[in-house]
Each structure stands twice: as C-alpha cells, then as structure tokens.
C-alpha cells in the first residue's frame, strides 16, 4: 500500500514571507513519481511538478522549489516571497505501481497581505 | 483546447435516485480516473481505467459503477445515491501509465449534493 502524509492541515504566513509545505510518502515501489498540485479558492486542480524515483535533483521554478530526498521519503514544497495569489491548498500525490495514485489530505496555504 | 470536460458542475439528488457524471477528454489519454474530494481527506480515488474496455477499482469503490467503452468518455453512475455522497468529483486523465512519468489533467469538477 502507498501513503501520502501532509502534516500541516493550514499554515499563515504574511506576505513576502518564504513557506514550505511538507510532504512524506510511503511506497514499497522502486520506481515512482511524486507530483504537487494546486487548488485555488476557484476549485480547479492544476499541475505544478512532477518527479521519479531515479531524479533526486532539486528543482527551482521562479519563487517555487522542491526538495525530494529519498532517504527521508520526503517531497517538501518551499514558496520563496509569497504573494496572495498563493494563497490554496496544495496536495503532494504518488503515483506508485498499478498507476494508482494517492494523494495526500492536503495543506491548506493563506497568505495575508 | 477543451481538455477535460466533466458535466453538470452542479447537481443535487435526493436519496435514493440515480444519476451519471460525464466525464470526457480530447486528448487522446489512456488513462483516466474518478475522484471524491471530501474535507479534510484529500482526493480519494473511485474508479479508474488503463484503457478503453478496461476499469478497476479505487479505494472508494462502493456505490459507484463506471465503464469506458471509448478512449474520450469515462463516466461514473451513482446507483442510489446516498448523503454519505455529498463531494466534489473530479474526472482525470492523463497518458498511457505504464511509463508514469505524465501528470494528470483535471475536470472543473462536479459538486453533488444528496439531501
């Protein structure tokens, strides 16, 4: 069985400050790919990154960057100078083997100006 | 570029009747999927298909029956509707799985209400 954990149910912070979002997984799969999803107030699912299994190497785009380890099964989310617009719920999700994939319960992000 | 488009994005049932979420995508994707999003525990996964004439289960399976007799549709049947049905749900797809390696593209949603 795989397991997407998001410990932080809401997290605050004030503009321009810099955030992380955690994710921890569980997989017995060797290959897999872990991905992060955005859920703006307007209710859409949309895409932000994937990863494999075989690809450690952090990723930065713009004000975002992802830390995958997996020594840690870890898969955090860091927000550079945050902005309103920001403000969602972000979901970690694992696609593991079967192609099922789980995600996590979610974090909900609010920014305040 | 339509990609996928899930019908009614409101639909409120009482308890007991039956309805279908359609659900249909345009490009060409292999796989597709049926989730519920409830608060407070994420997207959980219905049904879903590798390919057309081919669907297994999620991890909330009950109450709920799909089929995909063409690669576009994939839609979900309530057979009795139930409260305990109440959410939103989304439709995915995405490309052929066996590599993995694809994100999954989403409807806009369906949010039912069973009363």
């Known amino acids: 069985a795989q397991k997407v954990t998001q410990a932080q149910t809401e997290i605050s912070v004030v503009e321009k400050e810099d955030v992380t979002l955690d994710c921890v997984y569980e997989t017995r799969d060797t290959t897999y790919y872990l991905f992060w999803y955005k859920q703006p107030p307007s209710g859409e699912l949309v895409f932000l990154i994937r990863r494999n299994s075989f690809d450690e190497q952090n990723e930065i785009s713009g004000r975002y960057s992802w830390n995958f380890q997996k020594s840690t099964s870890s898969f955090n989310f860091t927000i550079t100078a945050s902005q309103v617009v920001d403000s969602a719920v972000y979901f970690c999700?694992?696609?593991?083997?079967?192609?099922?994939?789980?995600f996590g319960t979610g974090t909900k992000l609010q920014v305040i100006p | 570029n339509a990609g996928v488009t899930q019908t009614p994005k409101f639909q409120v049932l009482k308890t007991g009747q039956s309805m279908t979420l359609q659900c249909a995508q345009d490009m060409n994707h292999e796989y597709m999927s049926w989730y519920r999003q409830d608060p407070g525990m994420g997207l959980r996964l219905i049904h879903y298909s590798v390919g057309a004439g081919i669907t297994d289960q999620g991890e909330v399976p009950n109450g709920y029956n799909v089929s995909r007799s063409t690669t576009e549709d994939f839609p979900l049947r309530l057979l009795s509707a139930a409260p305990s049905q109440t959410s939103v749900y989304f439709c995915a797809s995405s490309l052929a799985p066996a590599g993995g390696n694809t994100e999954a593209f989403f409807g806009q949603g369906t949010r039912l209400t069973v009363v």
């Open positions: 999700a694992l696609r593991g083997g079967y192609q099922k994939v789980t």
